[in-house]
């Protein structure tokens, strides 16, 4: 990645183009397999996370495919085409910015189903339903959109050729204006910040509400010979599938949450790129752990859930079974 010393420039490009080549293969494998082997439902996962599970990785795999393919390796390998266009350049931005608030929403959501499933137990026929988790998805994508509208009126071209706009830039009056200093504040809150905190406040009253319900439980079967709680230990795998996606979405966002904090978005596009400079280097750090977070949730479901892993290695048997047949 950018932040990798050398002596030569056209190295830091090589480096650059190698690592998002390298990145885009993973991330793509990596959601493409967590989608599929989903979509299944063998994972022993209710259709309700099922449904969540699948628009989170659908959604990084989108961040992935705008970030990586039509910014990143367009802007390196490519000559000037129609993605250059001021338009389109600043619709992808805007489709970076959907995607990347539906994947942390998403994440919320399904926080907030396990604290409903756990802890009010009225509510779960209710809420924990494949219906209500596809209208859950549906609406995040829709006010994820008109959320980021404004930021399509904040760009303009750069360059004018024959007529045509190429590239954008950040309008002079994005730098000065207070109403757009203010929507900048709004958005750092609401994307990641607000987020953090649901997930984090979520998750300790599901805690609270385990251990308490752990204490009465363990009473309750203490004079009982089999010991084996199938409720507790339903509970166990579900909670440490909920901590282990929560924890990597906090730690993979905060450096980007204290670069927005500190300094404003046009550092986006950071003029004075040293690869010795602080900001530059926090920047970019923070850019290359928000995406990592894009591609880790597959692994998080093969680490912790056993059905998963089952399912993954079925289907590398198939495939191997089916190259098989047609190599004969």
């Known amino acids: 990645m950018p932040w990798i010393l050398s002596n030569s420039p056209s190295d830091l490009f090589c480096t650059e183009c190698g690592d998002n080549f390298l990145f885009f293969s993973l991330s793509l494998t990596v959601n493409l397999v967590a989608i599929v082997i989903l979509s299944r439902g063998k994972c022993g996962l209710s259709k309700c996370i099922t449904r969540y599970l699948v628009g989170m990785a659908a959604a990084d795999l989108t961040v992935v495919i705008i970030e990586v393919i039509l910014k990143r390796i367009n802007n390196i390998y490519l000559p000037v085409n129609f993605l250059f266009i001021t338009p389109i350049c600043t619709l992808k931005l805007v489709m970076k910015i959907v995607a990347l608030d539906c994947s942390v929403w998403f994440t919320v959501a399904f926080t907030f189903d396990r604290f409903v499933a756990i802890c009010c137990q009225n509510l779960k026929p209710k809420f924990c339903t494949q219906r209500t988790a596809s209208l859950v998805v549906a609406t995040v994508c829709v006010l994820g959109c008109l959320r980021s509208i404004p930021f399509y009126f904040v760009y303009q071209p750069q360059l004018i050729i024959n007529s045509v706009p190429y590239f954008c830039v950040l309008t002079a009056a994005y730098h000065t204006s207070l109403l757009w200093a203010a929507y900048e504040w709004f958005d750092s809150i609401l994307t ?51 901590f282990t996606l929560s924890g990597n979405f906090i730690l993979l966002w905060v450096t980007y949450v204290v670069h927005s904090l500190i300094w404003r978005a046009e550092n986006y596009n950071y ?44 289907g590398v048997k198939y495939l191997f079974t089916l190259n098989g047949r047609l190599c004969k």
């Open 271 to 314: 003029t004075y790129k040293y690869y010795t400079n602080p900001i530059y280097i926090n920047q970019q750090t923070g850019y290359m752990l928000q995406l990592l977070s894009s591609c880790t949730n597959t692994c998080i479901y093969g680490l912790t859930q056993r059905k998963f892993r089952e399912e993954l290695k079925n």
């Open 192 to 242: 990641p910040l607000l987020p953090i905190f649901f997930i984090l406040l979520f998750n300790a009253l599901t805690i609270k509400h385990i251990i308490m319900s752990n204490i009465v439980r363990r009473a309750l079967l203490r004079n009982v010979d089999n010991h084996n709680d199938p409720e507790t230990e339903n509970r166990k795998k579900s909670m440490i599938l909920l």
